[in-house]
Nanobody, 121 residues
């Protein structure tokens, strides 16, 4: 059994910063790329940022220059540093990762439960 547990969401004023964390726990054998998605009310879930196991990153155009994704492979954890937040960043943020467990040779896509980020104007 594998879980992705997010933390760090909350309420912040426009222009402020938040740091999200997502830790994988359980029978983790290997993790491929790790990513953050977000879903605003009434909208589809979309990719915010992704980081490969080697550290290569890509970002949604709307967050480039403001958000930074990083990971600690030893801790099976991915982070999202969010700066210069604006109300359009308000959404539920989800962690995602394809994970191979110690009991299976296949990759399985896992999602966290989501953490709310609210940016007030």
């Amino acid at each position: 059994q594998v879980q992705l547990v997010e933390s760090g969401g909350g309420l912040v004023q426009a222009g402020g910063s938040l740091r999200l964390s997502c830790a994988a726990s359980g029978s983790v054998f290997n993790i491929a790329s790790m990513a953050w998605y977000r879903q605003a009310l009434g909208k589809e879930r979309g990719l915010v940022a992704r980081i490969t196991i080697g550290g290569f990153t890509n970002y949604a155009d709307s967050v480039k220059g403001r958000f930074t994704i990083s990971r600690d492979n030893a801790k099976n954890t991915v982070y999202l540093q969010m700066n210069s937040l604006n109300p359009d960043d308000t959404a539920v943020y989800y962690c995602n990762a394809p994970i191979k467990t110690t009991t299976s040779s296949r990759w399985t896509d896992y999602w966290g439960q989501g953490t709310q980020v609210t940016v007030s104007s």
